[in-house]
């Protein structure tokens, strides 16, 4: 079953944000999607968080454009692991990514020009803090869950440390603690792409009505490839040659599209510069090195989580190597040296970091018994 | 015991080179190193093959630089595991490359102007050929031994697959005998990076005196990471952030360098932006993904290497996931299929690709030794 149409709503925050950097953000728009019904007690919400690339638009088909299916349409829906038959579920846009929500796109009231490179670096906590205004504009005292997968588990995480009154359960799919030197290293490359392309302007392309295509293409093609295992691209790929029927099978020595890897890196790149707004591309890469919870517990992420009321649900990937497995279970010890309630899942699928976003039934069956429980214990 | 001061030869072959592409380069120079002496039979010659950005500089110091030592010096020299007291080891710079052979920064003498663009592609397989045209200028009919690493390593399988009769052994360390989708798919952002610099001007920016230095320094950014393992990320950068001593450990809210691993990789990028060829960058990198000598019998390796006649050293480092410990293991297997004579090392190294440049005992012993059993073979 689907959703069927969707449509998303503004929503406009009039009080300004402070930020953990010490700036802050004064009159900002958050855009929602909203999916079942919030029950009379408000105790059935569910936050889904979205990660790098994605929105508010979880599920269903957007009403202005068919072909705009939620990116987890398969986990969130009527009968779905994410029941909307039963749950009140929330997608909410980020506060600086490029799809409706106030951005580096958008106009600075204070100037009447796009924010651009002026708009403040954001992190993970801000992102909770504005999170949270959304909950009280929905009069929603506390969330059944909040869920999120890769940088969206991040979100979850911050939400169990930074409002534990206020989170039921908190459902972390293949992320981390924090980032590695090697994961800050791939995000730097892919920013250094944008910071360098000629068409990023110092950030204010806007104005000069070109977008850093080259940077854009060049971050998106290396994200793929720690998006996929090495064998699910051997799978895909392996070395196929790019021919058409009938054409020979001899290398044609040059340095166009010669192996099928080739042509779906540059077709992801092309479209990810098509529909992606550069400066949300090195604001919210930065939330994600700038994660660590522990940081300000000496790295003692266990101190770190001491507060945490939440029951969880962690589930890791197998051939993850973006998100490895051995980082799903840092949380979970260190959770666990808090005698707190954890779910924990590690599922061997062959799509690496990807898996998230697919449709695994072991993987869904998981979150569907979890979100069992959890419609239980709201009955109860 | 160290070589001292090494000077470099220019060869030139008058007689025009047919490459696998079809096309041919003609009147070509190729720079190369010589260190000890050939024997009065001229069967003490070891020839070591250079990977992507190193040159015929293996070992000593540079005459003309004081602080140029060669690329391989741990491993070559009096006394070290190829010992120039007992043979003659030759370097050279492959066709195409930047350090004085012939490549795209030469001038073509058709037309007076450096080949750029027009410089043809070219194959481990042309390499090999024109590195029997340096064995011939030396009179030497078969090498002791051919040896190299990572793409050095594909030229030595290369050379015992081609000339079985010139060669006696073959040094394979951390190499594949094919590049992965995701080996190929890192060579295509890099390649990317540097065909859309607008500085690359298709290849012909030397008529701009420029250099696509954003796309190269990308590029190199890109390989660091590959040829690091993650834990030897981890243990050189972890998280450290670039301070002063002194300076806060707050974060800087920025997108400049923020983590000790950004300043590395941006480093890095920078110096190799300084002293290679971008056009250089394209065919090594090709080079790289067109290695497949299974691709002409069925991808069958073991078909393949049906005619070598080399004994085998082959070495793997536990860490290296660019070349995994498996990708070596095929080669072993293939040799094995055609009861060939195989001594494979699987060293637990933490340093990944690069441990194959590294000194490690147990890397380094077992080389020594295996040199030393050619030697006694060359006494009886």
């Known amino acids: 079953m689907s959703l069927g149409l969707v449509t998303p709503q503004v929503l406009n925050f009039a009080t300004p944000l402070k930020l953990q950097s010490g700036a802050s953000i004064a009159d900002y728009n958050l855009v929602v999607e909203t999916y079942g019904q919030l029950n009379a007690q408000k105790s059935n919400a569910i936050l889904i968080c979205h990660a790098l690339n994605a929105s508010h638009h979880v599920a269903g088909v957007s009403a202005s454009d068919p072909n705009d299916l939620g990116w987890w349409d398969n986990m969130v829906g009527p009968g779905k692991p994410v029941d909307t038959n039963r749950f009140f579920v929330i997608g909410v846009n980020n506060l600086g990514s490029c799809f409706g929500s106030t951005g580096p796109m958008s106009v600075n009231p204070s100037t009447g020009k796009p924010y651009g490179a002026t708009f403040p670096v954001v992190t993970v906590e801000d992102w909770v803090n504005a999170q949270a205004r959304v909950a009280d504009h929905f009069q929603i005292q506390k ?14 995480m911050a939400w169990s440390m930074m409002y534990p009154n206020r ?31 000629p068409d990023f302007h110092g950030g204010d392309y806007y104005a000069h009505d070109v977008k850093p295509r080259r940077g854009l293409r060049v971050a998106r093609m290396i994200g793929h490839i720690t998006y996929l295992s090495d064998d699910d691209m051997a799978e895909k790929f392996g070395r196929e ?19 099928e890897v080739e042509s779906y890196l540059r077709y992801q790149g092309e479209k990810f510069a098509d529909y992606f707004d550069a400066n949300t591309y090195l604001l919210i890469t930065r939330a994600l090195d700038y994660f660590d919870p522990a940081k300000s517990f000496a790295n003692n992420l266990s101190a770190a989580m001491k507060n945490i009321a939440a029951k969880f649900l962690v589930v890791s990937f197998s051939t993850d ?43 869904h069956n998981l979150v569907r018994a979890y979100f069992e429980q959890i419609a239980q214990e709201l009955q109860s």
Chains 1, 2 share one sequence.
């Open 143 to 156: 969330f059944a869950a909040v869920m999120g997968g890769s940088l969206g588990g991040m979100q979850a």
């Open 167 to 197: 989170i039921g359960h908190c459902i972390v799919i293949a992320s981390t603690p924090k980032l590695s030197a090697q994961n800050i290293a791939f995000n730097e490359v892919a920013r250094s792409a944008i910071l360098s392309d």
């Open 241 to 259: 040659l790019r021919r058409a029927d009938g054409d020979s099978d001899e290398y044609n020595f040059n340095f166009d599209v010669e192996f």
């Open 321 to 363: 190597w973006r998100f490895a497995p051995e980082r799903s279970r840092e949380i979970v010890k260190a959770l666990l040296d808090n005698k707190l309630d954890v779910t924990y899942g590690e599922i061997d699928a062959p799509h690496g970091h990807d898996a998230f976003l697919l449709e695994d039934p072991r993987y």
